[in-house]
């Protein structure tokens, strides 16, 4: 295992995790992911930019087997996915300064007892000489810890953008190949761990505006020699108004609220408005948190369980309401037996957005002809609502 080169200086030290289906123990990655690690070699100095995994200790260090001598480690974010070697890198080479910003410091201590006097606090745009290739430090708070950083390389137009504009995909390629398919790899990243910071990113993304970049090296998946790709796609992702789209996460255990699902999906798709429903038995969560980055209404389907929502359904709320998207409307539909407290629960948990709640269609046992006419009602007041919007796609 050698590192690989990306450029005059620059190497890729970093893992592939090929086999990694899960990540949070909450997002599945279907397609994998990486931890990317980068050294920055001057004529002076050389600077490793993040750890690995820890998962994957074993790889770096034989990454790092001929590299005698590293001064400084540039630690952007303290979660254990990129620092989780740092006390190994650091026992390997014990003259080495950890540099990071001043939130990070305490963080280190005590997420991994990282000894507070080998860190070095880099304030926002301070810079580090290595001879011929400059660090600038650029804060950037909230993507997605309080604490993280990214670096600027102007000799080389390079920025190490860390989480910011990563995605979940293992690859050989170093350098995006297919748009299509990083793009649902990021965007199922942004969708889990930078959606809830939309505001804070786009200050962000106004300040790396005006930098010239040629490159963006994340801490996940492939780097993009194309940055107005992921730089255009965080934009409309954070700023953009939300499309003509509903998102239906559903649940059904003996078919009523199924029956009433398909039946809104229908009514909905007649009036022009695009449907996502997701079986919350089988589906991808991943997908569901993809679809809601640029959805206009939440409709949730559930069934009553012990007087309240699903409990599938119930964390699919909990989910959205978390993810902060750009929801306007919500409402509810679904079957119960004898006494229901769904809505009132449902209602309760999207306190935390603000959108407006549309009426709830509930029936009991099987929905009736007028249930379904509540449903084609329900339909075209959303259309309506859409539509006065002027929502697109
Ligand atoms: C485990 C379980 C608990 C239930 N608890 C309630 C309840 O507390 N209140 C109620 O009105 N119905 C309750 N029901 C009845 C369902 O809400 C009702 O059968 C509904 O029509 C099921 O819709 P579905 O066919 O979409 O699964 C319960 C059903 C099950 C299986
Ligand atoms: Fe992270
Ligand atoms: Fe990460």
């Known amino acids: ?78 979660e254990q996915d990129h620092s989780g070697s740092l006390p190994l890198v650091l026992e390997k080479y014990p003259a080495a300064t950890v540099l990071t910003s001043a939130k990070a410091r305490g963080m280190l201590v005590d997420h991994l007892h990282v000894a507070e006097e080998r860190i070095r606090v880099m304030a926002d745009g301070e810079t580090i000489d290595l001879g011929g290739k400059t660090l600038r430090f650029l804060a950037m708070p909230w993507v997605h810890w309080p604490e993280t950083i990214v670096t600027y390389l102007p000799e080389d137009r390079v920025l ?113 408005v695009r449907v996502k429903p997701f079986n919350l038995a089988v589906t991808d969560i991943g997908k569901l948190a993809i679809a809601l980055v640029d959805a206009a209404t939440l409709i949730l389907g559930t069934p009553t369980v012990h007087l309240g929502p699903h409990p599938a359904a119930y964390y699919a709320a909990k989910l959205a309401v978390a993810l902060k998207p750009k929801l306007l409307y919500a409402g509810l539909i679904g079957s119960y037996g004898w006494n229901s407290r769904a809505t009132e629960q449902v209602v309760e948990l999207c306190q935390g957005l603000k959108m407006e709640i549309l009426e709830p269609v509930i029936c009991r046992g099987l929905p009736l002809a007028e249930d379904l006419a509540a449903l084609d009602r329900l339909a075209s007041v959303i259309a309506g609502k859409h539509r006065v919007r002027q929502l697109t796609d």
């Open 1 to 78: 295992m050698q590192p690989l080169p990306i450029m005059d200086g620059i190497e890729f030290v970093g893992s592939v995790d090929w086999d990694r289906r899960l990540f949070d123990s909450l997002i599945p990655l279907p397609d994998g992911t990486s931890y990317n690690a980068y050294l920055v070699k001057g004529r002076d100095k050389v600077a490793l930019l993040d750890t690995v995994d820890p998962i994957f200790w074993d790889q770096l260090r034989e990454k790092l087997r001929d590299v005698p001598r590293i001064d400084y480690v540039v630690v952007h974010h303290v």
């Open 160 to 272: 190490f953008s860390c989480d910011l504009f990563g995605s979940h995909l293992a690859t050989t390629d170093m350098y995006v190949t297919d748009e299509g398919l990083v793009y649902e790899a990021a965007q199922r990243y942004y969708a889990e761990i930078m959606m809830p910071f939309r505001t804070v990113i786009k200050g962000h993304l106004e300040k790396l505006a005006k930098l010239d970049i040629a490159v963006i090296a994340p801490s996940h998946g492939p780097l993009y020699d194309r940055p107005a790709f992921i730089m255009d796609a965080y934009r409309d992702w954070v700023m953009a108004p939300p499309h003509n789209t509903v998102v239906l996460p559903f649940v059904s255990m003996h078919g009523s609220t199924e029956i009433m699902v398909r039946h809104l999906t229908d009514a909905l798709q007649r009036q022009e």
